[in-house]
């Protein structure tokens, strides 16, 4: 009878052994996808860094922030011709050659609701 308590007390003992190895494989399986999907990240921020730093440098030329005031910001050199493409099927047309300050945009944009 002592026998058979023994046997049991090490299959639970066996069993309860098992069961606390599975919870550790996984828990390290869990970690090692973790890490992983972290060091994608890490990879995917340091390529975004070093084009937003590749982009910068870029920048401190002057030619560069020309390029960008005018595509941003569709600013225009004292002397350079503007011209405006408008679809066909536009009722109105309009085109500046001039900059106009911002009370003159700001006045066009009210009276434009007003045609």
């Known amino acids: 009878m002592i026998r058979f308590f023994i046997n049991l007390f090490l299959i639970v003992l066996l069993v309860a052994a098992g069961y606390a190895a599975y919870n550790l494989g996984y828990g390290a399986w869990q970690s090692w996808l973790e890490s992983r999907s972290i060091k ?5 921020l340091t390529e975004k860094k070093n084009n937003l ?6 920048l401190k030329t002057v030619e560069a922030v020309k390029r960008e005031a005018k595509e941003r910001f569709n600013l225009k050199l004292p002397g350079e011709e503007v011209a405006v493409v408008v679809s066909s099927g536009s009722s109105t047309f309009m085109v500046t050659t001039s900059p106009a300050s911002w009370p003159a945009k700001f006045w066009g944009f009210v009276s434009s609701w007003f045609k």
């Open 40 to 44: 994608q990240q890490i990879e995917e």
């Open 53 to 58: 730093e590749a982009y910068l440098a870029e």
